[in-house]
């Protein structure tokens, strides 16, 4: 049994190709042995309200013309279908929030309404020219590492501008796109600002994600995760198509169980040291 599948996408993400399915997910699930999903679709603000601290900085929420929030009501009406029509898969509603430190007050009233079993704190873009910018836009913009540096700044700043997730996802997620020309992705040059993140997550005691779209967090930081205090993981495919879920999770167990962390009694909890 693999363990649960915090971060899957289904067809009602703003980002979904048309393969994405909720249902096709359930049944991924069930056919590679994952036990349990959170289904974590976007939630991503394109406009504010008072007490936004976007509005107070006055920057532009769009990144992307296809960019719409998510329909909770239609959402959780598929959650609910998907639990009674697979009862032994244990099902998760959730929600991965876009830079949840920017819309503060609009992410506590949907999070409050809504109810979510999981939800995920995401930074995906980072203030730049006077608007939230796309994280692997900044490529072309600014030399490699003042990109990342400049991502997990931000990221610090997500973690303790907003309580209203619990699991941090992707943390070093603009490596996606790092470029071919800058060499190889070595994380042992931004050690001080890994460092930095994780020690602002572990004190407010939340869960760090290994996220398995990404390229695999190295044992060397999940010792990093260790060191800080942190003490729970979170393992996440990441998944927009249904063929995704669970994916790599043999690969990324390998690798939390090296750095100590095991299930609990209860397996569709977090994984804890
Ligand atoms: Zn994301
Ligand atoms: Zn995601």
């Keep these: 049994m693999l363990p649960p599948d915090n971060h899957v996408h289904t067809q009602f993400s703003w980002d979904a190709p048309g393969v994405a399915s909720m249902a096709g997910s359930c049944e ?15 939630l991503d603000f394109t406009d504010w309200t008072d007490g936004d601290l976007i ?19 239609g959402y959780l009406a598929a959650v609910e279908e998907c639990r009674g029509r697979y009862p032994d898969l244990r099902i998760l509603s959730g929600a991965e929030i876009g830079e949840a430190h920017m819309f503060g007050a ?5 999070v409050a309404a809504a109810r979510f079993d999981r939800v995920l704190g995401s930074l995906h873009a980072v203030p730049f020219g006077g608007r939230l910018t796309a994280a692997d836009e900044l490529f072309g913009r600014l030399p490699a590492d003042e990109v990342m540096r400049r991502y997990f700044a931000e990221v610090v700043r997500l973690i303790e501008g907003s309580d209203v997730f619990e699991v941090l996802a992707h943390l070093d997620f603009p490596r996606r796109n790092w470029p071919q020309a800058a060499g190889p992705y070595d994380e042992a040059a931004f050690e001080a600002e890994y460092r930095a ?77």
Excluded: I
């Excluded at 509005?55 to 009501?73: F, Q, S």
């Excluded at 572990?202 to 044992?219: M, Y």
């Design 197 to 273: 993140v994780l020690r602002a997550l572990a004190d407010s005691g939340r869960v760090l994600e290994v996220n398995t779209k990404s390229p695999l967090a190295s044992v060397t930081l999940m010792g990093w995760w260790r060191d800080a205090g942190g003490r729970a993981v979170s393992f996440g495919s990441d998944a927009h198509q249904p063929w995704r879920v669970g994916a790599k999770f043999k690969l990324a167990v390998d690798v939390v169980e090296a750095a100590g962390f095991r299930a609990g009694r209860d397996r569709f909890d977090f994984w804890r040291l």
């Design 106 to 110: 609009s992410a506590a009233a949907l």
């Design 55 to 73: 509005g107070e900085e006055n920057l532009d929420p769009r990144r992307y013309p296809a960019m719409r929030l998510l329909d909770v009501t």
């Design 28 to 42: 991924q699930a069930l056919a590679v042995g994952v036990g349990c999903v959170a289904f974590t679709d976007h």
